[in-house]
């Protein structure tokens, strides 16, 4: 058994039902293989893999010979070659774009502004009638 760490481009690895995939990689040969792909897509059922090509532009749902780092099998057995590893994998991508914070705009802080100002409108008007009846 080899530590995810020490997996590097270009190796071979073979993958059966219940395994985590340690690295984005092209599916040289299946049998009956299954991968759930809901980390990466959200696709709830699991995902038909095959060997062949696939578009180069193709989105991640639609690369049906590749697999990809934080993915599991479900079924079936497959042999595949490591293209990406760590910080370059998919999973890695979509964690650093997660992680980049859109500075607040104009706009979303006069939103925020408004919504504080209205707070305390209320919290004014709720004490002014509380004193009415008390």
Do not use: C, W
């Not at 497959?78 to 760590?86: E, F, I, N, Q, S």
Request: hydrophobic fraction near 45%; charged fraction near 20%.
């Amino acid at each position: 058994m080899l530590a995810v760490a020490e997996i590097v481009p270009g190796d071979i690895i073979r993958l059966s039902a219940g395994n985590l995939i340690p690295a984005d990689g092209v599916i040289l040969e299946t049998r009956d293989f299954n991968v759930s792909e809901a980390a990466l897509t959200g696709e709830t059922f699991p995902v038909v893999k095959s060997a062949g090509v696939s578009a180069s532009d193709a989105q991640i749902g639609q690369r049906m010979n590749a697999v990809f780092t934080g993915t599991s099998v479900r079924s079936g057995t497959a042999t595949m070659v490591v293209v990406k590893t760590g910080g370059e994998t998919e999973f890695a991508s979509i964690a650093s774009t997660i992680a980049h914070v859109a500075p607040e705009t104009d706009f979303a802080r006069g939103i925020r502004r408004f919504g504080y100002l209205m707070t305390e409108i209320m919290l004014v008007i709720v004490s002014q009638f509380r004193r009415y009846l008390g």
